[in-house]
């Protein structure tokens, strides 16, 4: 799994948890629409960890929380 699907996964599973959608997560974040669903699709390739904070803003969790999910383990690795 890349950062990337690991990113999307995160947001998905957190969304969930709190009963939430992609869209009510962008308002409640400060971020567009077409930005999250992008990350969300995986048309963003590369997803800043300002964008990542503002979504764990939103969902009122630390940057630590965010990264702290099994998705995170075994990533492949990006430099080949």
Known sequence: ???GQA?????LELC???SITINKLATICGIT?????NIISGRN???TVSTIQKICDGLEITISDFFSSALFCNLE???K
């Open 45 to 47: 390739k590369g997803t």
């Open 1 to 3: 799994m890349t950062i």
């Open 77 to 79: 690795q990006e430099i």
């Open 16 to 18: 969930a948890e709190k």
């Open 7 to 11: 990113t999307q996964m995160r947001i």
């Open 33 to 37: 629409q077409s930005t999250l669903n």
